[in-house]
């Protein structure tokens, strides 16, 4: 069983910054992959969108986050990060960390709201 613990989130307006953090249980380079999900309102949770970085740091993105966001990880702390920048209204959300173990596991959600 793995852990996840999430911290971050809260509310900006368009073009601020925030920050998401994910603590892991367990060593996160014996982890596939680690990633960001996240469900927007009215829909459900979007498993064509995430935002990920491989056990061997391969990182990926959506198309929609390219430039803006940022996956991070800190190998001594088993932690990683999503450093968001230039938000945007549609970003607002609910993000889930997921360790792919397998299976997967997911955090507890941190709400994300972008809006002047």
């Known amino acids: 069983q793995v852990q996840l613990v999430e911290s971050g989130g809260g509310s900006v307006q368009p073009g601020g910054s925030l920050r998401l953090s994910c603590a892991v249980s367990?060593?996160?380079?014996?982890?596939?992959?680690m990633n960001w999900y996240r469900q927007t309102p009215g829909r459900g949770r979007e498993r064509d969108w995430f935002v990920g970085i491989t056990a061997r740091g391969t990182r990926m993105y959506d198309d929609s986050v390219k430039g803006r966001f940022t996956i991070s990880r800190d190998t001594a702390k088993d932690t990683i990060y999503l450093q968001m920048d230039n938000l945007k209204p549609e970003d607002t959300g609910v993000y889930y960390c997921n360790a792919n173990v397998p299976p997967s596991h997911w955090g507890q959600g941190l709400q994300v709201t972008v809006s002047s």
């Open positions: 367990r060593n996160i380079l014996s982890i596939n992959d």
